[in-house]
């Protein structure tokens, strides 16, 4: 693909070679075409030369070719959010957007999150992980009825490092369980089993270790459980600022900058989190490269701040190293 | 209703390390090149200005000409004047559906359906009722029942949309019974069919059985047909036959879409149908899929755990497994994607929600060692799955492969209800 023209940029901003990262194998890499596509256009209107690159087995001499001053990734799931990419990028000395790779290997593994947040004193909702192994070799579905007896029913299975709705489970007894575990196991060799938590689903936005207006998500009709529907265009709609009771923005804001920092995000993620009935907030996920499209949350997040996509994508590069890190 | 997560993983089946079985692709390489230079060579030196000039809407009288060799070919002798040339047999589908269908009314289709007509009706807002089928196609006393039902509730449904031969997804054919019965009910209710027959002239084995639409002579039957399988879906070329009330309605609607149908690949056909026996390539694609279809048929038996059930097509492009209820094929597309190899997930064959354990298998498009290769695959995953949930369940129940001489049913409703989750 040719380098889109290049045009003056921004006052302060100065023009630089990116090339954006995008595609790749994951599950979830028509998003992330979908993203890389509107990152480049925005970083050609700020004035940066563009160098699209649909990540596959020629990365390494694209990379090498298009000797780009920083990359820019635009990458979800597999490869792209889980280090692989950055760990690549480190090798070649090519400066990138973003989390570094002990964040995306954190932020990835909702497992290895979960346990971090517990041990910071970070409210999540009560799980159990299980690789395939413990249920092959050491016979844990013998302790599934134990496990399920502590969470309560209804409980939710996913994988541990699907990014999307992927592989998510909703089980209402124990008899939901076994197929839905099996389902989870298809997207990963870990999986989480975890309370539902009944409530609004909330998304907190970081951007240069500020957090942005709340988003919730409100799934349409009545299809609370249906997991799918909450990310169906037209099927969930979304409010920012999110309206909340007095004192729960700022909570949220401060969980979510917690775990941000906790997890050593750098640059910008996206923390979703719970509020349940009783006004109790507890955390999901984070994750270090949030969707980058027309109806994504962290620009629909910087959009109700003040901050328009063309300077979301502006403010990522320059937050990128000048150089190489070493 | 194909969801967004399966929209998403169908992206990731066209990466090049993949086995795709999850395509509906004729193999196009098989055509001679020759062939297409002399084709387009002619044209350029007979009929340039002709080619590349607009055309009526209805169609070139010489490709009418080529459609009716076809149509005769499967029985159905056709006057010029009771058809219309179309962009691809999916413009039919989409024609005929903005002709009749009015937001809100009923269609039938039969369950599975072919996927790629799903998004057409819901576009049109159509309320799709599917019907069962087993291994004689749609079931035609559950049909009769729906109809009553549907008479009581004071719907009358459009149309009915059926592939009776070689049907896309499932891979069964209509029986003959089944065939009359289904005619005769059009005839005393006096209820449009769209008979849709892509597939027809690509039988492996056996007889014949006569169109709908040749049972029916063309007065409750609409017929659509298509060079996509005999020829090239590059040229995107099919046809509508119907009567002629509808026909004009068609033809109307055809105005407003695109005027006309390519020129140049009207000529192409025309040019294609002089040079030779168009029937060879066909017979030389015959013999190419028999064999495709074979060895899938030899892989499933080899691969695939007993609890395992398959069609067995005598002609078309696919095979219709359907797995154990507790496996969701959607998912299992993501563990198969690890190991680059693709279908296409039973749920895109029905709106409301069936289907979860089953798959479509195209044997078409990929050549024998990539069939026997993905379906090992798919095998692999498939009896790991089953191992997996016996050992959860604490049942034990070994995989083991199914008889090679197993011939498979079509799932009976209760193995096809839908999921709880």
Same mark, same amino acid.
């Given at each position: 693909?040719?380098?889109?023209?290049? @045009?003056?940029?921004? /006052?302060?901003?100065?023009?630089?070679?990116?090339?954006?990262?995008?595609?790749?194998?994951?599950?979830?890499?028509?998003?992330?075409?979908?993203?890389?596509?509107?990152? !480049?256009?925005?970083?050609?209107?700020?004035?940066?030369?563009?160098?699209?690159?649909d990540?596959?087995?020629?990365?390494?001499?694209?990379?090498?070719?298009?000797?780009?001053?920083?990359?820019?990734i635009?990458?979800?799931?597999?490869?792209g959010?889980?280090?692989?990419?950055q760990?690549?990028?480190?090798i070649?000395?090519?400066p990138?957007?973003?989390?570094? *790779?002990?964040?995306?290997?954190?932020?990835?593994?909702?497992v290895?999150a979960?346990h971090?947040m *517990?041990?910071?004193?970070? /409210?999540t909702?009560?799980?159990?992980?299980?690789?395939?192994? +413990?249920?092959r070799?050491?016979?844990?579905?013998?302790?599934?009825?134990?496990?399920? !007896?502590?969470? $309560?029913?209804?409980? &939710?299975?996913?994988?541990?490092?699907?990014?999307?709705?992927?592989?998510?489970?909703?089980?209402?007894?124990a008899?939901? &369980?076994?197929?839905?575990?099996v389902?989870?196991?298809?997207?990963?060799?870990?999986?989480?089993?975890?309370?539902?938590?009944?409530?609004?689903?909330?998304a907190?936005?970081?951007? $240069?270790?500020?957090?942005? /207006?709340?988003v919730?998500? *409100?799934?349409?009709?009545?299809?609370?459980?249906?997991?799918?529907?909450? %990310?169906?265009?037209?099927?969930?709609?979304?409010?920012?600022?999110?309206?909340?009771?007095?004192?729960?923005?700022?909570q949220?804001?401060?969980l979510?900058? @917690?775990?941000y920092?906790?997890?050593?995000?750098?640059a910008?993620?996206?923390?979703?989190?719970?509020?349940?009935?009783?006004?109790?907030?507890?955390?999901?996920e984070a994750?270090?490269?949030?969707?980058?499209?027309?109806?994504?949350l962290?620009?629909?997040?910087?959009?109700?701040?003040?901050?328009?996509?063309?300077?979301?994508?502006?403010?990522? *590069? !320059?937050?990128?190293?000048?150089?190489?890190?070493? | =209703?194909?969801?967004?997560?399966?929209?998403d993983?169908?992206?990731?089946t066209?990466?090049?390390e993949?086995?795709?079985?999850?395509?509906?692709?004729?193999?196009?390489s098989?055509f001679p090149?020759?062939?297409?230079?002399?084709v387009?060579?002619?044209?350029?030196?007979?009929?340039?200005?002709r080619?590349?000039?607009?055309?009526?809407?209805?169609?070139?009288?010489?490709?009418?000409?080529?459609i009716?060799?076809?149509?005769a070919?499967?029985g159905?002798?056709?006057?010029?004047?009771?058809?219309?040339?179309?962009?691809?047999?999916?413009?039919?589908?989409?024609?005929?559906?903005?002709?009749?269908i009015?937001p809100?009314?009923?269609?039938?289709?039969?369950?599975?359906?072919?996927?790629?007509?799903v998004?057409?009706f819901?576009?049109?807002?159509?309320?799709?009722?599917?019907?069962e089928?087993d291994?004689?196609?749609m079931?035609?006393?559950?049909?009769?029942?729906?109809?009553?039902?549907?008479?009581?509730?004071?719907?009358?449904?459009?149309?009915?949309?059926?592939?009776?031969?070689?049907?896309?997804?499932?891979?069964?054919?209509?029986?003959?019974s089944?065939?009359r019965?289904?005619v005769e009910?059009?005839?005393?209710?006096?209820l449009?069919?769209?008979?849709?027959?892509?597939?027809?002239?690509?039988?492996?084995?056996?007889?014949? #059985?006569?169109?709908?639409?040749?049972?029916?002579?063309?007065?409750?039957?609409?017929?659509?047909?298509?060079?996509?399988?005999?020829?090239?879906?590059?040229? @995107?070329l099919?046809?509508?036959?119907?009567?002629?009330p509808?026909?004009?309605?068609?033809n109307?609607?055809?105005?407003?879409?695109?005027l006309?149908?390519?020129?140049?690949?009207?000529?192409?056909?025309?040019?294609?149908?002089?040079?030779?026996?168009w029937?060879? %390539?066909?017979?030389?694609?015959?013999?190419i899929?028999?064999?495709?279809?074979?060895? =899938?048929?030899?892989?499933?038996?080899?691969?695939?755990?007993?609890?395992?059930?398959?069609?067995?097509?005598?002609?078309?492009?696919?095979?219709?497994?359907? #797995?154990?209820?507790?496996i969701?094929?959607?998912?299992? #597309?993501a563990?198969?994607l @690890?190991?680059?190899?693709?279908f296409?997930p039973?749920?895109?064959?029905?709106?409301?929600?069936r289907?979860?354990?089953a798959?479509?298998?195209?044997?078409?498009g990929? $050549?024998e060692?990539?069939?026997?290769?993905?379906?090992r695959?798919i095998?692999?995953?498939?009896?790991e799955?089953?191992?997996?949930?016996?050992?959860?369940?604490?049942?034990?129940?070994?995989?083991? +492969?199914?008889?090679a001489? !197993?011939?498979?049913q079509?799932?009976t409703?209760?193995?096809?209800?839908?999921?709880?989750?």
């Amino acid at each position: 693909m040719k380098s889109k023209a290049a @045009r003056p940029a921004e /006052p302060g901003a100065r023009p630089r070679r990116v090339a954006v990262l995008k595609g790749g194998r994951s599950l979830e890499r028509q998003v992330s075409l979908r993203s890389g596509g509107r990152v !480049e256009d925005a970083l050609a209107r700020l004035g940066h030369e563009v160098e699209p690159i649909d990540v596959g087995l020629d990365l390494i001499r694209r990379l090498r070719d298009a000797r780009p001053e920083v990359a820019f990734i635009a990458m979800h799931g597999r490869d792209g959010e889980d280090g692989t990419v950055q760990e690549l990028l480190e090798i070649l000395d090519i400066p990138y957007t973003g989390s570094g *790779v002990l964040a995306c290997v954190r932020a990835t593994d909702k497992v290895l999150a979960k346990h971090l947040m *517990v041990e910071a004193g970070i /409210p999540t909702p009560d799980f159990f992980a299980f690789n395939e192994t +413990a249920f092959r070799e050491l016979g844990a579905a013998e302790a599934l009825a134990a496990i399920e !007896e502590r969470l $309560d029913f209804p409980i &939710v299975i996913k994988p541990s490092s699907q990014g999307s709705a992927l592989g998510i489970k909703f089980a209402r007894s124990a008899a939901d &369980v076994p197929a839905a575990l099996v389902a989870a196991f298809s997207y990963d060799s870990k999986v989480l089993l975890e309370r539902h938590v009944d409530g609004r689903d909330l998304a907190v936005s970081i951007l $240069d270790d500020e957090p942005l /207006p709340v988003v919730e998500a *409100v799934p349409q009709g009545d299809e609370f459980y249906d997991f799918q529907a909450r %990310y169906e265009i037209g099927r969930t709609s979304f409010i920012c600022p999110a309206e909340l009771p007095a004192g729960v923005t700022e909570q949220a804001h401060e969980l979510a900058l @917690r775990v941000y920092r906790l997890l050593g995000c750098h640059a910008f993620a996206r923390v979703d989190l719970m509020l349940d009935a009783d006004g109790e907030l507890t955390v999901l996920e984070a994750n270090p490269i949030p969707g980058l499209t027309e109806t994504s949350l962290l620009p629909q997040a910087a959009e109700a701040a003040g901050i328009s996509f063309d300077q979301l994508v502006g403010r990522i *590069v !320059e937050l990128a190293p000048k150089t190489a890190p070493t | =209703m194909k969801s967004s997560a399966m929209r998403d993983m169908m992206a990731v089946t066209a990466r090049p390390e993949v086995i795709s079985l999850a395509g509906g692709l004729p193999d196009t390489s098989t055509f001679p090149p020759e062939t297409f230079a002399a084709v387009a060579q002619r044209i350029a030196t007979e009929s340039c200005a002709r080619a590349l000039q607009y055309g009526p809407t209805e169609g070139l009288a010489e490709t009418k000409d080529c459609i009716a060799e076809v149509m005769a070919a499967e029985g159905m002798p056709l006057d010029r004047d009771d058809m219309i040339v179309t962009t691809g047999g999916q413009q039919v589908i989409d024609l005929v559906a903005k002709t009749l269908i009015d937001p809100g009314d009923v269609v039938i289709a039969e369950g599975p359906t072919y996927p790629g007509a799903v998004p057409v009706f819901l576009a049109y807002q159509a309320d799709v009722v599917q019907i069962e089928m087993d291994s004689a196609g749609m079931r035609v006393d559950l049909l009769e029942e729906t109809l009553e039902r549907l008479d009581r509730e004071g719907r009358r449904p459009k149309f009915i949309y059926t592939v009776p031969t070689f049907q896309n997804p499932a891979g069964v054919t209509m029986s003959l019974s089944r065939r009359r019965r289904l005619v005769e009910i059009a005839h005393e209710r006096e209820l449009l069919v769209l008979e849709d027959n892509p597939y027809g002239l690509l039988r492996y084995e056996g007889d014949a #059985l006569p169109p709908l639409y040749a049972l029916d002579r063309g007065v409750f039957v609409m017929y659509l047909g298509t060079f996509s399988k005999i020829l090239s879906p590059g040229i @995107r070329l099919g046809w509508v036959a119907a009567p002629p009330p509808v026909l004009e309605k068609i033809n109307l609607g055809k105005q407003g879409t695109d005027l006309c149908t390519s020129t140049l690949s009207q000529l192409m056909v025309q040019a294609y149908f002089e040079r030779g026996n168009w029937r060879d %390539y066909v017979d030389s694609l015959t013999d190419i899929y028999r064999k495709r279809r074979d060895t =899938m048929l030899d892989a499933l038996a080899e691969h695939f755990p007993r609890q395992a059930e398959w069609t067995r097509p005598g002609g078309g492009l696919f095979i219709w497994a359907t #797995l154990p209820d507790f496996i969701d094929t959607t998912d299992l #597309l993501a563990r198969a994607l @690890r190991d680059n190899v693709a279908f296409v997930p039973g749920e895109g064959a029905f709106l409301d929600g069936r289907g979860r354990n089953a798959m479509r298998l195209n044997f078409s498009g990929s $050549d024998e060692e990539s069939i026997r290769e993905g379906i090992r695959r798919i095998g692999e995953v498939v009896t790991e799955q089953v191992e997996l949930y016996g050992t959860l369940t604490g049942k034990e129940s070994p995989a083991a +492969a199914a008889p090679a001489a !197993e011939v498979v049913q079509m799932p009976t409703p209760a193995e096809r209800a839908r999921r709880a989750q």
